[in-house]
């Protein structure tokens, strides 16, 4: 008896030991992403200072050629909606009816959407106008934060999430998890190469969503695991009872 005590209060403790540090990492992470994009509203609105923005630009104007433009186009579609929505909807079929993993088909559709509002909301509220100075064409829309660095983070930086979940080989797992964040990367820095967005945008973006998916991420699996504790158990039950 005192045995199966002392095994279950050690449990316990374990338990809380991880919940504690899950929690210590996730605070972390949302906290030095919401400090980034603070400090870069901040330099960017209110000290109204530009010049690293315009730098950037000066300095990657001496690497352009037509084959690196043809290169950035293509990595910029792959961050466009255009490329991410069927993405989303292929992610979703494939945890509904071929992987079978219901928490997976709610978190894919309910990060994007609400990665999507989100941003749109954020560009309303700021408001900046694009760079005048595009090297290519002119982009529609507002600046502030880069829909492209925003949605890019989210999409593929929950498919780093679903990856480092299910993928068991370690060298698999780490190869796909540097591929898909070298993919986010350069999808924002495409942004900059093309001068359809400021550095500042792009690295706003990149904050916003990683804060973005972290607090999702999270709060979607608590609700998870408060629904396999405490509903699915009385929904199975129930059902016994009634057949």
């Known amino acids: 008896m005192i045995k199966h ?5 050690k449990k316990f403790w374990a338990q809380l030991a991880l919940l504690s540090a899950e929690m210590i990492i996730v605070i972390l992470l949302f906290a030095i992403a919401l400090t980034a994009f603070i400090l870069i509203t901040r330099n960017i609105f209110i000290l109204k200072d530009e010049q690293f923005d315009y730098q950037v630009f000066d300095f990657l104007n001496d690497y352009v050629t037509e084959r690196k433009n043809n290169i950035m186009l293509f ?3 792959l961050g466009t909606h255009i490329f991410l929505i069927p993405a989303n909807l292929v992610l979703l079929i494939y945890f509904l009816f071929i ?3 219901r928490w997976y088909s709610i978190k894919v559709p309910t990060i ?3 990665s999507v509002a989100l941003m749109f909301l954020m560009k309303n509220l700021f408001g900046r106008a694009r760079p005048d100075i595009p090297l290519l064409k002119e982009a529609s829309g507002l600046s502030f934060p880069s829909g492209h660095a925003f949605m890019s983070m989210t999409f593929y930086g929950l498919l780093i999430f679903i990856v480092w979940q299910t993928v068991k080989k370690t060298w698999l797992r780490w190869t796909l998890v540097i591929l898909l964040f070298l993919l986010i990367l350069i999808i924002g820095f495409t942004r900059i190469y093309l001068r359809v967005h400021y550095p500042s945008d792009v690295f706003a973006g990149f904050a916003t969503g990683f804060a973005w998916l972290v607090f999702s991420i999270y709060t979607l699996r608590r ?3 408060f629904t396999n504790r405490n509903i699915d158990p009385v929904v ?3 059902s016994v009872v009634t057949e």
């Open 223 to 225: 609700i998870e695991k």
């Open 5 to 9: 005590i002392s095994n279950r209060v």
């Open 112 to 114: 994007a959407l609400s």
């Open 75 to 77: 990595f910029t579609f």
């Open 99 to 101: 992987r079978k993993h």
């Open 236 to 238: 199975r039950s129930e």
